[in-house]
């Protein structure tokens, strides 16, 4: 890696829709550009965490956009202030987090003449989801329209090994970085001992989306509990307004009502959640780039359920660290549920090796210096 000191004073632009996303997934990121010397700025719609963003050391520059949009008029627009923005600053590197913005940062940077480029796909949300002939036409226009935003300069980062086939990129490829999802702190969250048993207790922390399988998930829990499991499920988290794929509230609290069932909204204490949890479960339907819940639980040592999708399947591997079924069958979801109910001592052993997983490339410092080397390798060429 080239002499941190060699790039003081070059600067790095993020530009991200939602300061919430940020501050969930990428501050170690913006960490890592600090220990390299580089100014760091984060371009993002500004509601609650701009204290938090600016405790890394980077400052905020506010953007409003709506995330839910695809109004081509309102993207040239946000477009046009963002090349305005990035000449401002007059950015070294752009790095676009999710697909909304890699197109319209994309864009932007085009517009303000800015080549070296991070284009973060963190997976493709419900577009991904999607496995129906729209859906695969979807996902070929995001190549076309990705593809055609790259120069000579762009790298790409990805959180799994999936992902950049999508977009017809080598995952091995020297403009293609893979980590570890946003990474996690095993320091912070740390093994605690697994709760008495019965009930076995499942805890699904995610927005709640039907992209997210929660549908799934309570699907299967009546099914566990119909022949006779002590089976008890959470569900934590709270309706995303901005996606069209959000559960509604009234059958959320329909589901609450459930016996069996729980709905606690959005929580900050995962430490808590998990402390008082057997087993994680996530029955995606796709679209994931590598979901933060699966890596706070696997850091946690619990036991996780989930589905055969990009991102689920890079941590989590069948029989090892929990159960991986195929996406849409709540029957194979309710048999895992009901081996891990009928042996206590399985859902330990998986949590025991989902915590050694996590330790193997998949914390905090391993994204940091991957991402270190990478923004430094384009600043030296």
Same mark, same amino acid.
């Given at each position: 890696?080239?002499?941190?000191?060699?790039?003081?004073?070059?600067?790095?632009?993020? @530009?991200?829709?939602?300061?919430?996303?940020? $501050?969930?997934?990428?501050?170690?990121?913006?960490?890592?550009?600090?220990?390299?010397?580089?100014?760091?700025?984060?371009?993002? #719609?500004?509601?609650?965490?701009?204290?938090?963003?600016?405790?890394?050391?980077?400052?905020?520059?506010?953007?409003?956009? &709506?995330?839910?949009?695809? *109004?081509?008029?309102?993207?040239? /627009?946000?477009?046009?202030?963002? !090349?305005?923005?990035?000449?401002?600053?007059?950015?070294?590197?752009?790095?676009?987090?999710?697909?909304?913005?890699?197109?319209?940062?994309?864009? !932007?940077?085009?517009?303000?003449?800015?080549?070296?480029?991070?284009?973060?796909?963190?997976?493709?949300?419900?577009?991904?989801?999607?496995?129906?002939?729209?859906?695969?036409?979807?996902?070929?226009?995001?190549? =076309?329209?990705?593809?055609?935003?790259?120069?000579?300069?762009?790298?790409?980062?990805? %959180?799994?090994?999936?992902?950049?086939?999508?977009?017809?990129?080598?995952?091995?490829?020297?403009?293609?970085?893979?980590?570890?999802?946003?990474? @996690?702190?095993?320091?912070? =969250?740390?093994?605690?001992?697994?709760?008495?048993?019965?009930?076995?207790?499942?805890?699904?922390?995610?927005?709640?989306?039907?992209?997210?399988?929660?549908?799934?998930?309570?699907?299967?829990?009546?099914?566990?509990?119909?022949?006779?499991?002590?089976?008890?499920?959470?569900? /934590?988290?709270?309706?995303?307004?901005? *996606?069209?794929?959000? @559960?509604?509230?009234?059958? =959320?609290?329909?589901?609450? !009502?459930?016996?069996?069932?729980?709905?606690?909204? $959005?929580?900050?204490?995962?430490?808590?959640?998990?402390?008082?949890?057997?087993? $994680?479960?996530?029955?995606?339907?796709?679209? &994931?780039? =590598?979901?933060?819940?699966?890596?706070?639980?696997?850091?946690?040592?619990?036991?996780?359920?989930?589905?055969?999708?990009?991102?689920?399947?890079?941590?989590?591997?069948?029989?090892?660290?929990?159960?991986?079924?195929?996406? *849409?069958? $709540?029957?194979?979801?309710? %048999?895992?549920?009901?081996?891990?109910?009928?042996?206590? !001592?399985?859902?330990?052993?998986?949590?025991?090796?989902? #915590?050694?997983?996590?330790?193997?490339?998949?914390? %905090?410092?391993?994204?940091?210096?991957?991402?270190? #080397?990478? /923004?430094?390798?384009?600043?030296?060429?």
């Amino acid at each position: 890696m080239p002499d941190p000191s060699n790039l003081s004073g070059r600067k790095l632009v993020f @530009i991200v829709t939602e300061d919430w996303f940020f $501050a969930s997934h990428f501050l170690p990121m913006a960490r890592a550009a600090r220990e390299l010397g580089l100014e760091v700025a984060v371009v993002t #719609r500004v509601r609650a965490h701009q204290e938090v963003i600016e405790a890394t050391g980077a400052r905020v520059v506010p953007l409003e956009a &709506e995330r839910r949009s695809i *109004n081509p008029m309102k993207a040239g /627009y946000a477009a046009g202030q963002l !090349a305005a923005i990035l000449k401002d600053e007059r950015a070294d590197i752009v790095h676009c987090i999710a697909l909304k913005s890699i197109l319209v940062g994309g864009f !932007a940077a085009t517009l303000a003449g800015i080549g070296r480029r991070v284009y973060a796909l963190t997976g493709l949300g419900f577009l991904g989801a999607r496995t129906d002939h729209i859906g695969r036409l979807s996902q070929r226009a995001v190549r =076309l329209l990705v593809r055609g935003l790259e120069t000579k300069k762009t790298r790409y980062l990805f %959180e799994n090994t999936d992902d950049p086939r999508l977009l017809g990129l080598d995952p091995t490829g020297p403009n293609v970085t893979v980590v570890g999802g946003a990474g @996690i702190d095993p320091e912070a =969250l740390k093994p605690s001992p697994l709760p008495p048993q019965p009930p076995l207790k499942i805890a699904l922390v995610a927005r709640m989306l039907w992209s997210k399988g929660v549908d799934l998930a309570v699907e299967a829990l009546r099914a566990a509990r119909a022949k006779g499991a002590a089976i008890e499920l959470s569900l /934590y988290g709270a309706p995303d307004p901005s *996606n069209p794929k959000a @559960i509604p509230e009234g059958t =959320l609290r329909a589901w609450s !009502a459930e016996p069996g069932v729980s709905w606690h909204g $959005a929580t900050r204490d995962i430490s808590a959640v998990w402390r008082d949890h057997h087993v $994680a479960c996530l029955p995606s339907r796709g679209g &994931e780039g =590598l979901p933060r819940m699966l890596l706070e639980a696997a850091a946690c040592g619990r036991a996780i359920v989930t589905t055969d999708v990009p991102g689920c399947r890079t941590l989590v591997r069948n029989g090892v660290e929990g159960f991986v079924v195929a996406p *849409n069958d $709540a029957t194979a979801l309710s %048999e895992a549920f009901l081996s891990l109910a009928n042996d206590p !001592a399985l859902a330990a052993r998986m949590g025991e090796a989902a #915590r050694t997983r996590v330790l193997d490339g998949f914390t %905090e410092r391993d994204v940091m210096e991957s991402v270190k #080397r990478l /923004y430094a390798s384009m600043l030296s060429s």
